[in-house]
């Protein structure tokens, strides 16, 4: 009998160390394809900083250095010192654009027009990254679905095949396996932004056309 304990002991240990193997497995695995998925995000975008003109790289590299706390506390003490020489308020230092300040204005109406430009040219390739994003996110969206419905189809045919209850009816499930037409599907988007009530003041590009298409098969009903 305490042989026979034993060897059901080291049956449970055994057990529980080949579970134990295989969490440690998938564990390692998840992890993998997580290492893969961030180096291919890394690879792309070095690509695209890579890929940038002259004119791209020196916008970015201004508005960087715009935006930081230095070029703040630069402007603060240029036209604090700028108004106070004018206004002759510091001594030794004769007013060289006395008030209304017409160099003062012109110079930051300048570097206003200029940094605008800047601006505009950092957004329009930012907008073209999101773009790219986005055209690749719907076209893994759209592979998705197409796994999907071929794993719904050969779970279809399993159940047939074992004769099993599913809780779905024959229609819902027939509706479930159909091909999603992304035309359908765009066009279906596009009345339903049309019909939707607009707000106030500037229209704004509705959300709604940016869903991804995994609700497809609802929206079509």
């Given at each position: 009998m305490h042989s026979r304990d034993v060897v059901a002991t080291r049956k449970r240990a055994s057990g529980a160390s080949r579970?134990?193997?295989?969490?440690?497995?998938?564990?390692?695995?998840?992890?993998?394809?997580?290492d893969e998925n961030i180096e291919a995000i890394k690879t792309w975008q070095q690509a695209s900083i890579h890929h940038r003109s002259r004119v791209e790289h020196l916008s970015d590299g201004i508005?960087?250095?715009?935006?930081?706390?230095?070029?703040?506390?630069?402007?603060?003490?240029?036209?604090g010192f700028w108004i106070l020489a004018n206004l002759e308020l510091l001594p030794g230092i004769p007013a060289f654009d006395p008030f209304p300040f017409q160099l003062?204005?012109?110079?930051?109406?300048?570097?206003?027009?200029?940094?605008?430009?800047?601006?505009?040219?950092?957004?329009?390739?930012?907008?073209h990254?999101?773009?790219?994003?986005?055209?690749?996110?719907?076209?893994?969206?759209?592979?998705?679905?197409?796994?999907?419905t071929a794993v719904l189809r050969l779970l279809?045919?399993?159940?047939?095949?074992?004769?099993?209850?599913?809780?779905?009816?024959?229609?819902?499930?027939?509706?479930?396996v159909k091909k999603?037409?992304?035309?359908?599907?765009?066009?279906?988007?596009?009345?339903l932004d049309e019909s939707s009530p607009q707000p106030d003041g500037p229209a704004t590009p509705s959300t709604a056309t940016r869903r991804r298409p995994q609700a497809g098969r609802n929206?079509?009903?």
């Open positions: 579970a134990a193997a295989a969490d440690e497995a998938e564990l390692d695995s998840s992890t993998h394809a997580l508005i960087r250095i715009i935006a930081g706390g230095p070029a703040l506390l630069f402007h603060v003490v240029w036209f003062l204005t012109m110079t930051v109406s300048l570097e206003a027009i200029f940094l605008s430009l800047f601006v505009l040219a950092s957004q329009n390739r930012m907008t990254e999101a773009d790219k994003r986005a055209n690749l996110d719907l076209q893994i969206n759209l592979l998705t679905e197409r796994e999907m279809q045919d399993i159940a047939h095949h074992l004769d099993v209850k599913v809780s779905l009816t024959g229609e819902q499930i027939s509706d479930l999603t037409d992304v035309q359908s599907l765009a066009d279906r988007m596009e009345e929206a079509l009903r």
